[in-house]
């Protein structure tokens, strides 16, 4: 299986900071990196897809990067709404697997 | 647009069998994507479990692949999963969700299913 090693693991970041996350995969994965916010009590919501392809209806201020085994989820200007669980996901080789989760929140 | 719905018993006795049912409406399960069961522990370590193709081909994770299936129901646009010997360590909230170009851009509210005696 191909691991994904997601870090930091939790995070205080101040409103309109610059916040980035990051997952390296345990081999090449050839952008097939999805990133996903989860709220509690909520299902994960997809930010980015295929490494750097934003999903619908998510701001701008989301941004992803990244190609082999090393990829980021930036956010440009953290704003009170960011506070959640982000994780990464391969979807390049089965089984797909996922981060261990980035807690992010404010200062 | 699509919509998942998960259902199915909320507590399942250990080495008892663990089945739930995803309704989907907005899409025909035939029509296309891929159908997928995903799981999030206590802890909130996430599993993906497997999945069911528009065509009914499967795909399950290796550490499950002696307990696990992934059926459908096409008339019903249903699709569901069941888990074999199940222990507490399957003691989780369960997912469906749809794989298409923006992989698991939908996805069910989840169903805690507690295993416990």
């Known amino acids: 299986d191909i691991k994904m090693t997601q870090s930091p693991s939790s995070m205080y970041a101040s409103l309109g900071e610059r916040v980035t996350i990051t997952c390296k995969a345990s081999?090449?994965?050839?952008?097939?990196l999805s990133w996903y916010q989860q709220k509690p009590w909520k299902s994960p919501k997809t930010l980015i897809y295929y490494a750097t392809s934003l999903a619908d209806g998510v701001p701008s201020r989301f941004s992803g990067s990244g190609s082999g085994q090393d990829y980021s989820l930036t956010i440009s200007s953290l704003e009170s709404d960011d506070t959640a669980t982000y994780y990464c996901l391969q979807h390049g080789e089965s089984p797909y697997t996922f981060g261990g989760g980035t807690k992010l929140e404010i200062k | 647009d699509v919509q998942l719905q998960e259902s199915g018993p909320d507590l399942v006795k250990p080495s008892q069998s663990l089945s739930l049912t995803c309704t989907v409406t907005g899409y025909s399960i035939t029509s296309g994507y891929s159908w997928h069961w995903i799981r999030q522990f206590p802890g909130n370590k996430l599993e993906w479990m497997g999945y069911i193709h528009y065509s009914g081909s499967t795909n399950y994770n290796p550490s499950l692949k002696s307990r696990i299936s992934i059926t459908r129901d096409t008339s019903k646009n249903q699709f569901f999963l069941q888990l074999n010997s199940v222990t507490t360590e399957d003691t989780a909230t369960y997912y469906c969700?749809?794989?298409?170009?923006?992989?698991?851009?939908?996805w069910g509210q989840g169903t805690l299913v507690t295993v416990s005696a």
């Open positions: 081999q090449d994965i050839k952008s097939y």
């Open positions: 969700a749809s794989y298409d170009y923006d992989p698991f851009a939908y």
